[in-house]
């Protein structure tokens, strides 16, 4: 392929279709709609552009297909990498259909994720995906308004009101109570991420009460710690539970950094686990079967909630009536960190 001359200045999509051999129209659908594309013709496309150097203007783009080409996320944190494995298979999803995607955190502030929802339809994205289902109806109100494709992740949704593409936390929190019930745990205490406007910790809160109470138990409010998500208030949780005159015999995390903090602050105080404490998490991070002991905790769909949102979005963006996916499974993996209670 051989470059023709362009005018001074930047090459011009003109220059691209006269390298490439094709219609300045092929050059369009291929910037706008590559699926109308062949792929002989997108080939020679990407060549031309890639021997150019050309940069597509995003502004003319836009009023060219009336989209974008923009997707946004908003995620509660950039803290760890609960969320990341997700969003690269999301990306890398949609960069194939020729979106690209924008990332926001809302530190769990619902008001924050409120300012970064307007500022992204303000911006014209074409599609959202956001985590949970606790926010204030009148957001998707704006979003319907907007005719803009919305999915709701690491949830799920009984009314059937919302797309959701997750899974139920409620009994995957529940499998873990049963687990350690089965082990013999009777004094089960959780560390918990603040409920209140958080409807996966709520839910994970509730299947542990629905666990204890089918066996009789209850979960004492001296054995339930709210906090922020992260390791340090993992630390302080687990440090004031096993300072109860009766401390617990197991520790649910909500989180699995609340997990993390909980195991490093049980080498400070000489407490061995699993022998005189059981720990589990939730999510089966990286770091779970790496940490000493390794972590018994719930592995959910991460990968398989990215790229199921992004065909779902792009289905949507195609003006096709899609049915969201059937709730999503979880998995009990047992590792290290638990075992039977000590006999009193």
């Keep these: 392929m051989k470059a023709h001359n362009t005018q001074a200045g930047s090459p011009t999509m003109e220059d691209v279709a006269r390298t490439a051999g094709v219609a300045s129209v092929t050059v369009s659908r291929y910037l706008n709609n590559p699926d109308l594309v062949s792929e002989r013709s997108k080939q020679k496309i990407s060549d031309a552009i890639s021997l150019l150097k050309y940069v597509p203007h995003a502004a003319a783009r836009t009023l060219a297909s009336k989209r974008s080409r923009l997707i946004g996320a908003i995620v509660p944190s950039l803290d760890n990498n609960l ?10 999803q949609i960069s194939k259909a020729g979106y690209t995607l924008i990332v926001a955190s809302n530190n769990y ?34 979003l319907e308004a907007k005719e803009i494709p919305y999915v709701l992740t690491w949830t799920i949704d009984p009314q059937q009101k919302h797309p959701c593409i997750g899974f139920n936390n409620q009994i995957a929190a529940a499998r873990v109570a049963e687990y350690l019930l089965d082990l013999g745990h009777q004094k089960i205490a959780m560390i918990s991420g603040f409920v209140k406007k958080n409807d996966r910790a709520r839910d994970r809160l509730q299947g542990v009460r629905d666990a204890m109470a089918r066996r009789g ?8 710690i709210e906090g922020p998500f992260g390791v340090e208030r993992g630390r302080e949780a687990f440090r004031l539970l096993m300072s109860r005159p009766a401390p617990p015999t197991a520790v649910i995390c909500g989180s699995e950094p609340f997990a ?13 686990i699993p022998r005189q404490v059981s720990i589990t998490g939730f999510d089966d991070m990286w770091l779970a079967s790496n940490i000493s002991p ?5 592995r959910t769909p991460q990968q398989q909630m990215g790229v199921l949102a992004a065909k779902y979005l792009l289905s949507k963006l195609k003006g096709e009536d899609v ?7 979880t998995e009990l993996i047992v590792r290290e960190s638990c075992s039977p209670p000590l006999s009193s």
């Design 323 to 329: 049915p969201v996916p059937r709730p999503l499974e």
């Design 83 to 92: 969320f990341g494995l997700a969003l690269e298979v999301f990306q890398d």
């Design 217 to 224: 138990l209850h979960l004492p409010s001296e054995y339930l």
């Design 294 to 298: 390794r972590l018994t905790t719930v």
């Design 260 to 272: 993390y903090g909980a195991i490093f602050e049980s080498k400070h105080l000489g407490i061995d």
């Design 109 to 142: 502030n619902a008001e924050k994720e409120r300012e970064h929802i307007n500022q992204m339809v303000s911006h014209g994205v074409d599609a959202m995906f956001l985590i949970g289902n606790s926010r204030d109806e009148a957001i998707y109100q704006l």
